[in-house]
């Protein structure tokens, strides 16, 4: 079984920063993309970035220039970056990590979710 943990979310003014921080832990073997998502009231979950094992980004179209997305292999870790904060930015944010574990194979994992609240 894999957990996530998240942290890293609170308030800030438009214009600022937070930094997002998602954990792995359990029995993975390996650990293949590694994203965030959020999810604002009455709107459905989408996709804010992805990163990929060797490294290969992706955001939406929404939060590029503004969002980086990075990860430690060695820590298990996924971090979201958010610069130039807009309240639009508004949501929860969940970390989702897909890989494989050592005796049951493939998984995907949620993290428990993050609030972000951007003040204008």
């Known amino acids: 079984q894999v957990q996530l943990v998240e942290s890293g979310g609170g308030s800030v003014q438009a214009g600022g920063s937070l930094r997002l921080s998602c954990a792995a832990s359990?029995?993975?073997?390996?650990?293949?993309?590694m994203g965030w998502y959020r999810q604002a009231p009455g709107k459905q979950r989408e996709l804010v970035a992805l990163?990929?094992?060797?490294?290969?980004?992706n955001y939406a179209d929404s939060v590029k220039g503004r969002f980086t997305i990075s990860r430690d292999n060695v820590k298990n870790t996924v971090y979201l970056q958010m610069n130039s904060a807009k309240p639009e930015d508004t949501a929860v944010y969940y970390c989702?990590?897909?890989?494989?574990?050592?005796?049951?194979?493939?998984?995907?994992?949620w993290g428990q979710g993050t609030q972000v609240t951007v003040a204008s």
């Open positions: 989702n990590i897909r890989g494989a574990t050592v005796l049951n194979g493939i998984f995907t994992s």
């Open positions: 359990g029995s993975i073997f390996s650990i293949n993309a």
């Open positions: 990163i990929t094992s060797g490294g290969t980004t």
